[in-house]
């Protein structure tokens, strides 16, 4: 038996029994409970599985895949079927991305622990590798291959062919490998050939297998298909690039590296110091750092590094000012987040928030419902969506608001943040609960958040603006419906009982009145916070319970403690910008559905805006999508709207965009807005812009691709690969171009083709690359994309290393880039 990730990672008796293998019942529902075999393969990074012992088997998940491990007692459907089987036997296996949870059981507690711990230690492996070495591989692909498809220690001797994730060279070997007796004859290494994507001249590939069988055994063992797939990845284009700089073709000297990096990368004047910085992390050879010269290895490590990444590396870290009020931030928001489906007939689960706040949303929506036995429920309300306890999604989201996760933004892994931040979590509460279970709301809120719940002012006096993330780090506000102002709460908080117990007395009030007369004029301006606000206290007709009104359905009133704890974040209905201006507070927020806002953007755009810098605003998904799409949110984005909730269970277009908007600034789920969307007297309208002086030309020449996947419905083919780029931003500046498709080739495609773009507004915009598959029968096919901030861009020549329609990463899946990026509208392709 080869032995695991040999001089890398500690033998582990857990994990050699892994290897043997083990049945175990996967589980999808109450109903489908299938004995499967799983056995951890050979390369210690991918888990197979088959139906009976001795099977064919298929592949399962890699390593690389897995975010984490949970035991059984942590997963909503084990739970469900403690009565059938122990929830000490069972655990869940947790993706990266949107990928559906593992349930597997155990026979014993001890084959669970034993998977639970092999499993844990293989993914803490991978997550908490040194940098230095994550680049290593991701770069250089500092591996060997053994005789018997295993990884062995990395060396020096790098295949210089861009990144892989752990066992990827490995994975090639076994799949190509098809008698498994580790080593590849010439019909092995064809059939491997259209695994990969390419369709190669069969005179040529054999020449390349003769060149790399030095035994001459006609088949290739361990260095040899090293240097095969050495062979097979070699990047002319890259070769060419490195000779127009370098005088003898060999090395690139410390001054020639410089004017690269300054006449090509735009790095200005940090080019000599940045050019030492590079040879030392990217020189394999110890020698060429002594000398300071940069090799055709070398270079290419750092063109496929993160210093080589379309994606500027500063921008990764929280690079911007988190001191500014929340209304200055764009804040990552989810729609109806207890929904892993549609929103009709689809599972509600505390998985959806898990996944969302993992994401970097840092508002969630709750609805709350009354509920059996006394306890707050959550669902989509008359509808036939699954319910969930109130408790338990509080519960869920203390445990992961501020949870650090695995490094999911960092390079090795160029997919949406996996880690949540310390910066505020916000709870959208959709309250219909009577009175008695709106005070079993008050009362999870305050016991399972603790010191988390935000209930007073930060410093229990009254502001003047809204807080910043940063002064909110690490606590969690509700937003909701409020029967008083901050002012009156800040002046009467020891009142409070004495009026809930004056609502509960009370026998007769005026029907008319509702919990929240959202609709009442309020006196006190932004302008004027001295004044008082003139409220309505209601009470119930009979008994605490319902507000009857004539005509129409009970409606609960709002519970005296429920109204405490929104502090900043008070829900008011919208009338119109003039109406908000001279009735309400900073501290008050209108929600808008989509088809509302964008009516207003095209009607009132500068007022908009102006409202957005002083006020919250939400924008939620019309009740039209009940298959939970979603709603490109750039249009909202460009009037400044903060909260833009999205419903993030549904993959494409619309969700890249937001990734892709959010991807900047460590993840954490805020990002500051452009100065002219945060200025209160902003002349500046999204529909009808001004001739700005930032406008830019930016030229984009899509050089070469490399080992793009096939289309999952099209195995049996080689893609015929083309490149779309598309624009977001204002109405003006959104456009897309697209490069010719390349026939048969998707494991080394060249187009050599220039795109121009002219932008107005370059602080707005995105950009989204998008690879398909060529189909003149119908659109073509997705293979994959990458989103980013305009802002984020780097000049010069760059990779962009492409992500799955679900957000991850698709490594080692890249596209060959040179951006340039002119001043003006005076844009020459040539």
Same mark, same amino acid.
């Given at each position: 038996?080869?032995?695991?990730?040999?001089?890398?990672?500690?033998?582990?008796?857990?994990?050699?029994?892994?290897?043997? @293998? *083990?049945?175990? /019942?996967?589980?999808?529902?109450? +109903?489908?409970?299938?004995? &499967?075999?799983?056995?951890? $393969? #050979?390369?210690?990074?991918?888990?197979?599985?088959?139906?009976?012992?001795?099977?064919?088997?298929?592949?399962?998940?890699?390593?690389?895949?897995?975010?984490?491990?949970?035991?059984?007692?942590?997963?909503?459907?084990?739970?469900?079927?403690?009565?059938?089987?122990?929830?000490?036997?069972?655990?869940?296996?947790?993706?990266?991305?949107?990928?559906?949870?593992?349930?597997?059981?155990?026979?014993?507690?001890?084959?669970?622990?034993?998977?639970?711990?092999?499993?844990?230690?293989?993914?803490?492996?991978?997550?908490?590798?040194?940098?230095?070495?994550?680049?290593?591989?991701?770069?250089?692909?500092?591996?060997?291959?053994?005789?018997?498809?295993?990884?062995?220690?990395?060396?020096?001797?790098?295949? @210089? *062919?861009?990144? /892989?994730?752990?066992?990827?060279? +490995?994975?090639?070997?076994? &799949?190509?490998?098809?008698? $498994? #007796?580790?080593?590849?004859?010439?019909?092995?290494?064809?059939?491997?050939?259209?695994?990969?994507?390419?369709?190669?001249?069969?005179?040529?590939?054999?020449?390349?297998?003769?060149?790399?069988?030095?035994?001459?055994?006609?088949?290739?063992?361990?260095?040899?298909?090293?240097?095969?797939?050495?062979?097979?990845?070699?990047?002319?284009?890259?070769?060419?690039?490195?000779?127009?700089?370098?005088?003898?073709?060999?090395?690139?000297?410390?001054?020639?590296?410089?004017?690269?990096?300054?006449?090509?990368?735009?790095?200005?004047?940090?080019?000599?110091?940045?050019?030492?910085?590079?040879?030392?992390?990217?020189?394999?050879?110890?020698?060429?750092?002594?000398?300071?010269?940069?090799?055709?290895?070398?270079?290419?490590?750092?063109?496929?590094?993160?210093?080589?990444?379309?994606?500027?590396?500063?921008?990764?870290?929280?690079?911007?000012?988190?001191?500014?009020?929340?209304?200055?931030?764009?804040?990552?928001?989810?729609?109806?987040?207890?929904?892993?489906?549609?929103?009709?007939?689809?599972?509600?689960?505390?998985?959806?928030?898990?996944?969302?706040?993992?994401?970097?949303?840092?508002?969630?929506?709750?609805?709350?419902?009354?509920?059996?036995?006394?306890?707050?429920?959550?669902?989509?309300?008359?509808?036939?969506?699954?319910?969930?306890?109130?408790?338990?999604?509080?519960?869920?989201?203390?445990?992961?608001?501020?949870?650090?996760?695995?490094?999911?933004?960092?390079?090795?892994?160029?997919?949406?943040?996996?880690?949540?931040?310390?910066?505020?979590?916000?709870?959208?509460?959709?309250?219909?609960?009577?009175?008695?279970?709106?005070?079993?709301?008050?009362?999870?809120?305050?016991?399972?958040?603790?010191?988390?719940?935000?209930?007073?002012?930060?410093?229990?006096?009254?502001?003047?603006?809204?807080?910043?993330?940063?002064?909110?780090?690490?606590?969690?506000?509700?937003?909701?419906?409020?029967?008083?102002?901050?002012?009156?709460?800040?002046?009467?908080?020891?009142?409070?009982?004495?009026?809930?117990?004056?609502?509960?007395?009370?026998?007769?009030?005026?029907?008319?009145?509702?919990?929240?007369?959202?609709?009442?004029?309020?006196?006190?301006?932004?302008?004027?916070?001295?004044?008082?606000?003139?409220?309505?206290?209601?009470?119930?007709?009979?008994?605490?319970?319902?507000?009857?009104?004539?005509?129409?359905?009970?409606?609960?009133?709002?519970?005296?403690?429920?109204?405490?704890?929104?502090?900043?974040?008070?829900?008011?209905?919208?009338?119109?910008?003039?109406?908000?201006?001279?009735?309400?507070?900073?501290?008050?927020?209108?929600?808008?559905?989509?088809?509302?806002?964008?009516?207003?953007?095209?009607?009132?755009?500068?007022?908009?805006?102006?409202?957005?810098?002083?006020?919250?605003?939400?924008?939620?998904?019309?009740?039209?999508?009940?298959?939970?799409?979603?709603?490109?949110?750039?249009?909202?984005?460009?009037?400044?709207?903060?909260?833009?909730?999205?419903?993030?269970?549904?993959?494409?277009?619309?969700?890249?965009?937001?990734?892709?908007?959010?991807?900047?600034?460590?993840?954490?789920?805020?990002?500051?807005?452009?100065?002219?969307?945060?200025?209160?007297?902003?002349?500046?309208?999204?529909?009808?812009?001004?001739?700005?002086?930032?406008?830019?030309?930016?030229?984009?020449?899509?050089?070469?691709?490399?080992?793009?996947?096939?289309?999952?419905?099209?195995?049996?083919?080689?893609?015929?690969?083309?490149?779309?780029?598309?624009?977001?931003?204002?109405?003006?500046?959104?456009?897309?171009?697209?490069?010719?498709?390349?026939?048969?080739?998707?494991?080394?495609?060249?187009?050599?083709?220039?795109?121009?773009?002219?932008?107005?507004?370059?602080?707005?915009?995105?950009?989204?690359?998008?690879?398909?598959?060529?189909?003149?029968?119908?659109?073509?096919?997705?293979?994959?994309?990458?989103?980013?901030?305009?802002?984020?861009?780097?000049?010069?020549?760059?990779?962009?290393?492409?992500?799955?329609?679900?957000?991850?990463?698709?490594?080692?899946?890249?596209?060959?880039?040179?951006?340039?990026?002119?001043?003006?509208?005076?844009?020459?392709?040539?």
């Amino acid at each position: 038996m080869a032995s695991l990730l040999q001089g890398r990672l500690p033998i582990n008796q857990d994990l050699l029994l892994m290897q043997k @293998g *083990t049945p175990m /019942r996967k589980v999808r529902s109450k +109903s489908w409970k299938k004995l &499967r075999y799983f056995r951890l $393969q #050979d390369d210690g990074m991918t888990v197979w599985h088959s139906r009976q012992a001795g099977g064919s088997a298929k592949p399962s998940f890699s390593i690389s895949d897995v975010e984490t491990v949970r035991e059984g007692r942590e997963s909503e459907l084990l739970r469900s079927l403690a009565e059938e089987f122990p929830l000490e036997q069972g655990f869940t296996v947790i993706f990266h991305g949107r990928r559906s949870n593992l349930d597997l059981v155990a026979n014993s507690v001890e084959e669970a622990q034993i998977w639970m711990q092999g499993l844990q230690l293989l993914v803490d492996f991978v997550t908490s590798m040194d940098q230095q070495e994550r680049l290593d591989q991701y770069q250089q692909d500092r591996v060997r291959v053994g005789a018997e498809g295993s990884l062995k220690k990395p060396d020096a001797a790098g295949l @210089g *062919t861009g990144g /892989r994730r752990p066992g990827w060279l +490995s994975d090639w070997f076994q &799949r190509g490998d098809k008698n $498994q #007796d580790g080593r590849m004859s010439f019909r092995e290494v064809q059939r491997l050939l259209h695994l990969m994507n390419v369709e190669m001249d069969q005179e040529y590939a054999l020449q390349l297998f003769q060149a790399a069988d030095t035994s001459q055994s006609g088949t290739l063992e361990g260095e040899e298909f090293v240097e095969f797939y050495k062979a097979l990845t070699k990047r002319t284009e890259v070769q060419e690039l490195f000779e127009n700089f370098s005088a003898d073709g060999q090395k690139l000297t410390l001054l020639e590296f410089v004017d690269f990096l300054r006449e090509e990368q735009k790095e200005g004047d940090r080019a000599s110091d940045l050019a030492l910085e590079l040879i030392d992390r990217y020189e394999p050879s110890e020698s060429g750092k002594l000398r300071h010269v940069l090799s055709m290895d070398g270079f290419l490590s750092y063109l496929c590094s993160k210093d080589g990444d379309i994606f500027n590396p500063t921008c990764l870290p929280i690079y911007q000012d988190m001191t500014q009020p929340l209304s200055h931030y764009y804040i990552n928001s989810s729609h109806n987040t207890y929904l892993v489906g549609d929103q009709l007939c689809g599972q509600s689960s505390v998985e959806g928030y898990i996944r969302a706040l993992k994401r970097g949303c840092r508002c969630v929506e709750v609805d709350i419902w009354d509920g059996p036995s006394g306890e707050p429920i959550v669902y989509h309300g008359h509808t036939l969506t699954s319910r969930i306890l109130f408790k338990d999604v509080v519960a869920t989201v203390a445990q992961y608001a501020f949870q650090v996760g695995a490094p999911g933004w960092e390079y090795c892994a160029p997919s949406p943040p996996h880690q949540t931040s310390d910066y505020p979590v916000i709870l959208s509460l959709e309250n219909h609960c009577s009175w008695e279970q709106q005070q079993v709301v008050v009362h999870h809120l305050t016991e399972i958040l603790g010191e988390l719940l935000l209930s007073t002012t930060l410093d229990g006096l009254l502001p003047t603006q809204l807080p910043s993330p940063e002064e909110l780090r690490r606590k969690i506000l509700v937003k909701g419906k409020k029967l008083r102002t901050l002012e009156e709460d800040l002046e009467e908080e020891d009142e409070e009982e004495e009026l809930e117990s004056e609502l509960e007395g009370e026998q007769e009030a005026e029907p008319e009145l509702q919990a929240q007369s959202e609709s009442e004029p309020q006196e006190l301006s932004p302008c004027s916070k001295d004044k008082k606000e003139k409220i309505m206290v209601q009470a119930p007709i009979s008994k605490p319970g319902f507000l009857l009104f004539p005509k129409q359905k009970s409606k609960p009133i709002l519970c005296p403690s429920l109204s405490a704890l929104v502090v900043y974040l008070k829900s008011v209905s919208f009338h119109s910008f003039a109406h908000s201006r001279d009735n309400y507070h900073f501290y008050e927020i209108s929600s808008f559905s989509e088809t509302k806002a964008k009516s207003l953007i095209r009607e009132a755009g500068n007022e908009f805006v102006q409202h957005n810098t002083w006020q919250l605003s939400r924008v939620y998904p019309s009740g039209l999508r009940t298959d939970s799409s979603n709603y490109n949110p750039q249009e909202l984005w460009n009037a400044g709207c903060q909260m833009v909730a999205m419903n993030v269970q549904t993959a494409g277009l619309e969700m890249d965009i937001c990734d892709g908007l959010f991807r900047q600034n460590g993840g954490c789920g805020y990002v500051l807005k452009p100065d002219f969307l945060r200025d209160a007297q902003s002349s500046f309208d999204p529909e009808r812009p001004v001739s700005p002086v930032t406008a830019q030309t930016l030229l984009i020449q899509v050089i070469s691709g490399q080992q793009l996947p096939k289309v999952k419905t099209k195995e049996g083919s080689i893609v015929d690969p083309l490149v779309r780029v598309e624009i977001f931003g204002i109405r003006p500046d959104t456009a897309r171009q697209e490069t010719s498709y390349v026939e048969n080739n998707g494991f080394n495609p060249y187009w050599g083709q220039t795109l121009c773009f002219r932008v107005l507004v370059p602080e707005l915009a995105l950009l989204r690359f998008v690879v398909r598959d060529y189909d003149w029968k119908s659109r073509h096919d997705f293979i994959g994309q990458y989103t980013l901030p305009w802002t984020c861009m780097q000049q010069g020549y760059r990779h962009i290393h492409l992500l799955s329609k679900d957000g991850t990463s698709l490594q080692p899946a890249s596209i060959f880039v040179h951006i340039c990026i002119r001043e003006g509208l005076e844009g020459d392709e040539s």
